[in-house]
């Protein structure tokens, strides 16, 4: 879990960062927390390690923004180096689809709008497999939006937000307030102490 990342959305506060790593947890899931700001510091940092295949997932969103970022900051003749450093034999990005952000048309790898000046790099990539669509997706689930799930249950109006989260959250949520919830209706004290949450430090 980048914490840069979440940085951007405004402030955010200790108990947040816990509630996030907390339902991950409770899915199973092994959480690293770090300041890391963009995903080739990431990469770098596991190279270091030698390990031999690098899985990134991301949404098509997301890794339009990063392909054009590249992009627009090496055009001074570094840009088949630059993505060299992103793409190198090791790593494989897995992009999940979603909705265009203004209407109802699926966006995939293959039909993401890139750059003129790199579409023939970006073919390369996908008919390398550097670059992957996901395809279990559940396109069910694209219209959720993560902040406006967040301010659903912050606010305490209705309880909308059950049917847009894994059923197994629902009572970790409740039992820990994770993301103010029951804040607005009761003096919410967190169930667990704070010797308990260091644990997810």
Aim: charged share 25%; hydrophobic share 35%; aromatic share 12%.
């Amino acid at each position: 879990m980048t914490m840069e990342n979440l940085n951007r959305l405004g402030a955010i506060t200790d108990r947040e960062y816990l509630d996030r790593v907390r339902l991950l947890n409770a899915l199973g899931m092994t959480v690293i927390i770090s300041s890391c700001s963009n995903h080739q510091k990431l990469i770098n940092y596991f190279s270091d390690y030698k390990i031999e295949r690098i899985g990134i997932l991301m949404g098509v969103h997301e890794f339009k923004n990063i392909i054009i970022e590249k992009y627009q900051s090496n055009q001074d003749g570094r840009l088949f180096s630059a993505f060299g450093e992103l793409f190198s034999k090791n790593i494989t990005v897995y992009a999940y689809p979603a909705l265009e952000k203004e209407g109802d048309k699926m966006i995939f790898v293959k039909n993401l709008p890139v750059p003129e000046g790199i579409k023939f790099l970006y073919q390369h990539l996908i008919e390398n497999d550097q670059i992957v669509q996901v395809r279990k997706y559940n396109k069910d689930h694209m219209h959720i939006i993560p902040y406006k799930v967040f301010d659903l249950i912050s606010s305490g109006d209705d309880e909308s937000w059950i049917d847009c989260i894994p059923a197994e959250l629902l009572e970790t949520i409740k039992e820990y307030g994770s993301f103010g919830y029951g804040k607005k209706n009761i003096d919410f004290e967190y169930a667990k102490s704070a010797e308990e949450d260091a644990k997810y430090y």
